[in-house]
């Protein structure tokens, strides 16, 4: 009887019938950790307070911050998949801007890619980043926040409930405008796009690159030429607006893990010609980050 092969996620079952026995062989797929991707299930290293060392009288739109694209989006194996570590790691890790999608049923929030639900609800979220704070009142989350497989666009409710909830209403920057360093010490920023009163910045009013769209490895390069220049936009800009830059990127042919290990490898060899002096890039949102490429754009500041 052949063998069946049945994956999920980093494990591959093997299925194997023996004299009427079924056995199953747990066999392990390769997994990377270069200076530019990562896909382990823990970074290399941390750096959990790195924004201390950012002056006090600096607007956020004027710091270096790495984010990750889709942050909770661990399951699904590799259609879906765009993070390996958990959301308390990455923050460990240095990363200040999340990517946070809900999927809105009668007041609850679950965090879902596209069809697939990752195991987590917003609350999950919320206590995450507040115990985060909580312990490194020197650093600032942001957060954009989604509706993501519902279309009620009516999640200003929820979002309100489960912040009292799992959170508090303190732990929010209430206002649209830029904080600076001191003011959003300690602080979870909402990006919001979603409608209803605000609550905390708009994530329209950001210039944003999130050209996500990667049908085949073809489109590659378009893709990098993307990120390059929009880098080049943020470097140059308008030091009171904030810019953020997606290098991440999906297609049916071109599944998210296949795009991040290319893009990231640019996007490191660009910024490391780039190093040694202050430069303003904005909000870098990856898939897979390695710890020496966010290190790499922190040191920025």
Avoid at 5 to 13: E, K, L
Avoid at 26 to 50: C, S
Avoid at 198 to 204: Q, S
Avoid at 274 to 300: C, E, H, S, V
């Amino acid at each position: 009887m052949p063998a069946c092969f049945v994956s999920y996620n980093n494990m591959i079952i093997n299925k194997v019938s023996v004299k009427g026995k079924l056995y199953l062989h747990l066999i392990y797929m390769a997994v990377t950790q270069r200076r530019d991707f990562d896909d382990t299930p823990a970074p290399g290293f941390l750096n959990p307070a790195w924004m201390a060392s950012v002056p006090d009288s600096r607007p956020l739109s004027e710091v270096t911050l790495p984010g990750s694209h889709n942050t909770m989006a661990r399951y699904g194996g590799a259609p879906t998949r765009c993070q390996s570590w958990p959301l308390a790691l990455q923050l460990r890790a240095g990363v200040r801007f999340l990517d946070v999608r809900v999927r809105h049923v009668k007041g609850n929030l679950t965090i879902h890619h596209g069809v697939v639900y990752q195991r987590a609800h917003f609350g999950d979220v919320l206590e995450d980043v507040a115990a985060f704070l909580h312990e490194r009142p020197t650093e600032a989350v942001l957060m954009r926040l989604k509706e993501e497989f519902s279309e009620t666009n009516d999640i200003y409710g929820s979002v309100v409930s489960y912040i009292h909830r799992y959170a508090h209403w303190n732990l929010l920057w209430h206002s649209r405008l830029v904080p600076t360093m001191v003011q959003a010490r300690g602080k979870l920023i909402i990006l919001q796009d979603f409608v209803g009163p605000d609550l905390g910045m708009r994530y329209g009013s950001l210039d944003i690159a999130d050209e996500w769209k990667v049908p085949t490895f073809l489109h590659l390069p378009a893709k990098w030429e993307t990120v390059r220049k929009h880098l080049g936009a943020a470097e140059a800009g308008n030091k009171a607006q904030m810019f953020l830059t997606y290098s991440s990127g999906a297609g049916i042919f071109a599944y998210p893990i296949s795009v991040a290990r290319h893009i990231n490898a640019q996007l490191l060899d660009h910024l490391a010609l780039r190093a040694g002096k202050p430069r303003r890039y904005g909000i870098l949102a990856m898939d897979f980050p390695a710890a020496p490429l966010l290190q790499t754009i922190i040191n920025f500041n």
